[in-house]
Nanobody, 126 residues
Framework: QVQLVESGGGLVQAGGSLRLSCAAS????????MGWFRQASGKEREFVAT????????DYADSGKGRFTISRDNAKNTVYLQMNSLKPEDTAVYYC???????????????????WGQGTQVTVSS
């Protein structure tokens, strides 16, 4: 069972940047696609970004295209989410997740992901 721990959240002003990290342990990280999701207060969790197991395929929600970049370092068992030009509407708890199946294509469906981290809070002030 893969265990995930997110970090890097915090309070930032609109227009600022944050880099979230998600460290994985207990599994073969390099074989699995990874995803970032977020949940704002009172709203359902939504897809943010995904990256395939080898790191050469990514996909983003429209809300983050051009501002967010997902990447991974398989040597460090870590996936990152670089967030630039942050907006107040980006305020949410951000979760990373690992795909259920090895060597799967990058996907944005929550049901395709098995293990989830505990989340890290991102707050963007106006």
């Amino acid at each position: 069972q893969v265990q995930l721990v997110e970090s890097g959240g915090g309070l930032v002003q609109a227009g600022g940047s944050l880099r979230l990290s998600c460290a994985a342990s207990g599994g073969t990280f390099s074989s699995y696609s990874m995803g970032w999701f977020r949940q704002a207060s009172g709203k359902e969790r939504e897809f943010v970004a995904t990256i395939n197991w080898s790191g050469d395929s990514t996909d983003y929600a429209d809300s983050g295209k051009g501002r967010f970049t997902i990447s991974r370092d398989n040597a460090k068992n870590t996936v990152y989410l670089q967030m630039n030009s942050l907006k107040p509407e980006d305020t949410a708890v951000y979760y990373c997740a690992v795909h259920k199946k090895p060597f799967a294509i990058a996907t944005h469906r929550e049901a395709d992901f098995g293990s989830w981290g505990q989340g890290t809070q991102v707050t963007v002030s106006s």
